[in-house]
Structure formats: C-alpha cells, structure tokens
C-alpha cells in the first residue's frame, strides 16, 4: 500500500436533499454501479478511521512501527501489541445506516458490488453479499507454516506469554488475513476490483480518501471508460474536480436520505 498527498480542502458545504435527489436519479440511470468504501463508512460504528488529529488510529503511532510486515517478523511482540486490542476493540463493533444502505441496495438490484478498504466485516454484517476486501479482513488468520486457519474468535487462545499467536498444530507464525504495509494486495481481490471498475456506469466512493493505492486508481477505470463518479465523503479527495456530485455530511445521512429519495 502507498499513499499520496491529498488536494486542498474543497469550499463545498452539508449536503441538502436536492443532493440525495441528484444521486438517485444518478443510480436508477446506472446499468451497472459499484460502491467503494474507506475509513469513513465504519466512523458511525464507533471505529476511527486513521488520520484524524487525536482520534485517529495512525495519530499517535507511527503505522510503519507496528503495522509493517517487517514488524511482524521481526517483532512480533511489538506487533501483536497493537493489534491485538485492536482485534477486540473490532469484534464487538456493529454496521451503522451507511452499510446498511448499501446492503439494500444491492438488494434492490441498483448495485452490484462493494469494494472496501476496510477490514471490519461491518458490509458483510449489514447483509450485503457482493463484497470485495482488498485488504483482507479480520476474520481468519493463517499459520504462516502449515496454514491452518483460525477463525477471530479462536485466535484469542492462541496468544503464548509473550502475547504472540503461535499455531496450536505446529507453533508456527499466526498472521492476520489482513494486508500489512509492505505487503501486495491480494491478487484475486484486485483482479475482481479492476474488473468491476472498469465496467461500472457509476462508481460510488463511500468514506474514502482516495488517497491509498492501488485502490485509489480505480475510480480512474471507471472515468476513463466513460463512467461517472460520486463521491460521499468529508474532505477532500484527488477525485473532486471529476466527481459529477460531492457530499460531505455523515455517511449514514447521506446514504439514508439517498434511500428516502430512491423510495
């Protein structure tokens, strides 16, 4: 993963319903729309996202010290230290009506898949079923060894004194099923991501930046095949200035006045 500077600030404002209107004509014109989601969608659910001064997951710690995959090698106390809570502090989370509204509206029929960054299951949990993590998910983790994979829960049991998670078949190496910084995302999961930006009408960028490559690059497939781009978010992003409509309320309330519009 890599990340580039964002644009200034945009001078937009709260989104108004005339904006949800604007998005629902937009989606009920689209043959073939495709969510992407960040950070942002889950800050309903109580989960930070990374770069908020303060609150942020990476304000107060430097993401290359604890969630490299070097640090996992090299260190794993280190690096079970952060995520380790982190891992508790995910399980317990709940989808909020950002996730939610996607979910029905793949269930409708008007989306035909979510590209996340995110890796909290929180789309999975909202129903939605055409789910792709490009960065993994917190779900399993597997023995870098024999590749016995444990589910989030049973992970818990394998933590030895030193709080690492050593493989109960051959004490192996337990890793996250998540991609670290310095690690290729998965290649399936980007395959099937290129592929459905590249034939979407709409893509529809959910609480992201659009800052992280690759992902950052697949609004740019749509573009380029003449698709469009809406984008619900808070801040800027390097997409703005192509972007055919910009909201920047909370995701939960743009998405659900998107709803009430489409109802």
């Given amino acids: ?8 600030a945009s001078a937009r404002g709260p989104s108004r319903l005339p904006d949800a209107q604007s998005l629902a004509r937009m989606l009920e014109a689209s043959a073939c729309t ?12 109580g989960i930070p996202d990374f770069r908020t001064p303060e609150t942020g997951l990476w ?19 280190r690096f079970w230290s952060y995520y380790r809570p982190r891992f508790h502090s995910l399980g317990d989370k709940r989808p909020n009506g950002a996730h939610a509204a996607l979910a029905e509206l793949e269930r409708r029929g008007l989306l035909e898949a979510t590209i996340t960054q995110n890796i909290d299951r929180l789309h ?18 597997t023995c870098r060894r024999c590749e016995a ?6 992970v818990d049991s394998l933590f030895d004194d030193r709080g690492v998670a050593i493989c109960a078949e051959c004490d192996g190496a337990v890793k996250p099923d998540v991609v670290l910084f310095g690690e290729l ?17 709409l893509m529809l960028c959910v609480g992201s930046s659009l800052a992280v490559h690759p992902v950052a690059a697949l609004p740019a ?39 009430a519009a489409l109802s």
């Fill in 185 to 201: 995302l998965p290649e399936a999961a980007m395959a099937r991501a290129q592929a459905l930006a590249e034939r979407a009408d």
């Fill in 1 to 8: 993963m890599r990340e580039e500077a964002a644009p200034k």
């Fill in 124 to 141: 999975r949990a909202a129903g939605s079923e055409q789910v792709v993590e490009v960065h993994g998910s917190i779900e399993t983790s």
């Fill in 59 to 77: 304000a107060n710690v430097d993401p290359m010290e604890v969630a490299h995959i070097d640090v996992f090698e090299r260190d794993p106390e």
């Fill in 221 to 259: 497939l749509t573009l380029e095949r003449g698709g469009r781009l809406a984008i619900v978010t808070k801040g800027p992003t390097p997409y703005d200035g192509e972007a055919e409509l910009k909201l920047e309320g909370e995701v939960d309330d743009e998405l659900g006045a998107l709803l």
């Fill in 34 to 45: 495709v969510a992407l989601t960040g950070a942002g969608i889950s800050v309903p659910s």
């Fill in 149 to 154: 994979v444990y589910g989030l829960e049973a």
